[in-house]
């Protein structure tokens, strides 16, 4: 069975920094490339950032450039998001999909691409 297991949200207070994790079962993580991607109440899902198979090629939202970093370890079939600096406007609840045969750049610009999505965790930032 295919599964992506996200963790590592909760709640924090403005500035501070959280690390969620994209756990994969089920199939060969190696080949995929991942994107996490969030959604906010009442509003559009959205990328924020993806990464290739490799993690030679990444991609960021220009709304969490400088302050989120996408890496992963195919060795753990994981892929992390660390945030910092985190914001209000960063509270959504976060995806992470998996999907093969697409570059970060097509991953990322679309809302919902076709592929293994995980459950999601809820991420709070508020003082």
């Known amino acids: 069975q295919l599964q992506l297991v996200e963790s590592g949200g909760g709640l924090v207070q403005p500035g501070e920094s959280l690390r969620l994790s994209c756990t994969a079962s089920g199939f060969i993580y190696d080949y995929f490339t991942i994107g996490w991607f969030r959604q906010a109440s009442g509003k559009e899902r959205e990328g924020v950032s993806c990464?290739?198979?490799?993690?030679?090629?990444?991609t960021y939202a220009d709304s969490v450039k400088g302050r989120f970093t996408i890496s992963r370890n195919n060795a753990k079939n994981t892929v992390y998001l660390q945030m910092n600096s985190l914001t209000p406007e960063d509270t959504a609840i976060y995806y992470c999909?998996?999907?093969?045969?697409?570059?970060?750049?097509?991953?990322?610009?679309?809302?919902?691409?076709?592929?293994?999505w995980g459950q999601g965790t809820q991420v709070t930032v508020s003082s």
């Open positions: 990464i290739d198979s490799r993690g030679g090629r990444t």
């Open positions: 999909a998996a999907a093969s045969g697409i570059t970060v750049q097509a991953m990322c610009s679309t809302s919902r691409p076709k592929g293994v």
